[in-house]
């Protein structure tokens, strides 16, 4: 079982920053890929970002430009920043891992428990 648990989460006015962490309890470095998803009240759980081990990245439309997915090997920690802040950014945001097996061949899927990010008019 992997855990991991987000942070940095709070309240911000609109056109502010906040830096979101998420800390795995294993090496991130054998976490095949990585990413940040959002989910406000009565809507769908959305992908904001993601990140592989390779470094390579990907950002949904709505938040290209503003926010930037890294990683941190050593600190076996993820991070979102995030800027130029909307009020529709408003959701609760979950870190998310994945790990593909090779013996015997599966994907793991792991979650956070969430950080609440709220974004004033």
């Known amino acids: 079982q992997v855990q991991l648990v987000e942070s940095g989460g709070g309240l911000v006015q609109a056109g502010g920053s906040l830096r979101l962490s998420c800390a795995a309890s294993?090496?991130?470095?054998?976490?095949?890929?990585m990413g940040w998803y959002r989910q406000a009240p009565g809507k769908q759980r959305e992908l904001v970002a993601t990140?592989?081990?390779?470094?390579?990245?990907n950002y949904a439309d709505s938040v290209k430009g503003r926010f930037t997915i890294s990683r941190d090997n050593a600190k076996n920690t993820l991070y979102l920043q995030m800027n130029s802040l909307k009020p529709e950014d408003t959701a609760v945001y979950y870190c998310n891992a994945a790990i593909t097996r090779v013996i015997p061949l599966r994907k793991d899927i792991y979650w956070g428990q969430g950080t609440q990010v709220t974004v004033s008019s």
């Open positions: 294993i090496s991130i470095f054998n976490i095949n890929s």
């Open positions: 990140i592989t081990s390779g470094s390579s990245t």
